[in-house]
């Protein structure tokens, strides 16, 4: 269904996709960052892949907190 020109649908779902698009982005930073500050590394991934993947696992849920709590719940 097509939304109607400045519709209070249409305007709640673009808020909600960019607010999606923007968490991703956070998300995806943040998780760069704790990646690189625990040292979770490609070197690590090659030695021991199931530590690397529990590692960044963590940090993936680490990260989604902390942007729920800055985006979502704030």
Request: net charge negative; proline share 1%; glycine share 2%.
């Amino acid at each position: 269904a097509q939304c109607l020109v400045g519709s209070e649908m249409c305007i709640r779902d673009r808020h909600l996709y960019e607010t999606e698009q923007e968490a991703k982005r956070q998300i995806d930073l943040s998780l760069s960052r704790l990646a690189k500050e625990r040292g979770i590394t490609e070197e690590l991934k090659a030695t021991d892949p199931l530590k690397w993947v529990q590692e960044m696992n963590n940090a993936k849920h680490s990260a989604e907190e902390l942007v729920l709590n800055e985006i979502i719940y704030h």
